[in-house]
């Protein structure tokens, strides 16, 4: 089972975060702290898989706490809910690879997809480490595979990992494409240096990494313009984008037409 901690001040708060879980059937193994301190004493005692994480709280704040949680766990999912809609919070949570940033009172539906997102990318990792594991002990012991590969060489072995690897990646993009995918945080789903996986990504799909997250995001969009009656600006944010104008220029370049004009031909 996996492991949650739950640090905020407020027992209500804790409460709350506790009646989510128990509410949308997730199975976490739960531990609570009421400041930084116990929780920090719990990090260091207990392997966590999940942060979640008020920002002001005594002893140590949430960022002190999720920095320290890091450094005892680097693969450590965070979350930060806070009172406070705070842009420097918010850029500190986004560099430092947190799941989401969530204001108080929480949003039930946003806290159910921010915990569904973060059961994918832990299951995502464990498919992957199982996988690594597998060729690790192969190429260990060859004689006790299955299989009459005992000839295979470690260069093959690798090429079969980087191609799990991408493929679980590919899942995670065609799940995720609405969501912000910088290389840092994709390479931490994999476990991989941003630097390691541009270059595996591009050897096994003979693409780089942003043209293919870009691909998935415009065919989403043409879906949306043809299927739906959605506005152009809503359709921008579901699939990732931030502002209409680079949004509108990206879908042009890559169809030769703009949204508006998609729709419209689409429609005759």
């Keep these: 089972m996996?492991?949650?901690?739950?640090?905020?001040?407020?027992?209500?708060?804790?409460?709350v975060i506790?009646?989510?879980?128990?509410?949308?059937?997730?199975?976490?193994?739960?531990?609570?702290a009421s400041n930084g301190k116990d929780a920090n004493e719990i990090l260091n005692s207990t392997p966590i898989d999940v942060l979640f994480t008020d920002i002001q709280m005594p002893f140590y704040n949430g960022m002190e706490l999720a920095q320290q949680a890091r450094k005892i766990n680097p693969a450590v999912e965070i979350v930060f809910f806070s009172g406070h809609d705070d842009f420097e919070y918010v850029k500190t949570a986004l560099s430092m690879r947190a799941i989401n940033y969530i204001l108080k009172p929480v949003n039930q539906e946003e806290f159910k997809k921010s915990i569904s997102d973060i059961m994918d990318v832990i299951k995502i990792k464990e498919e992957i480490k199982s996988e690594y594991t597998k060729q690790h002990v192969f190429l260990k012991y060859p004689?006790?595979?299955?299989?009459?590969?005992?000839?295979?060489?470690?260069?093959?072995?690798?090429?079969?990992?980087?191609?799990?690897?991408?493929?679980?990646?590919?899942?995670?993009?065609?799940?995720?494409?609405?969501?912000?995918?910088s290389l840092d945080k994709l390479a931490g789903v994999v476990f991989l240096s941003p630097k390691y996986l541009s270059s595996i990504f591009i050897q096994v799909t003979g693409t780089n990494l942003n043209k293919y997250i870009k691909n998935v995001r415009m065919e989403k969009a043409k879906e949306l313009l043809t299927k739906t009656n959605m506005k152009i600006s809503d359709i921008c944010q579901k699939v990732g984008y931030s502002y209409v104008s680079y949004f509108c220029k990206s879908f042009q370049e890559h169809f030769g037409t703009t949204p508006e004009k998609y729709r419209q031909d689409g429609a005759k």
């Design 143 to 181: 004689n006790q595979n299955s299989y009459d590969e005992n000839e295979i060489s470690s260069q093959e072995n690798s090429d079969v990992s980087h191609k799990h690897a991408v493929r679980l990646l590919e899942k995670y993009i065609h799940e995720h494409y609405m969501e912000e995918l």
């Design 18 to 32: 506790l009646f989510l879980l128990k509410k949308y059937n997730f199975d976490f193994d739960v531990f609570q």
């Design 2 to 15: 996996y492991k949650m901690l739950i640090a905020d001040d407020e027992q209500t708060e804790r409460d």
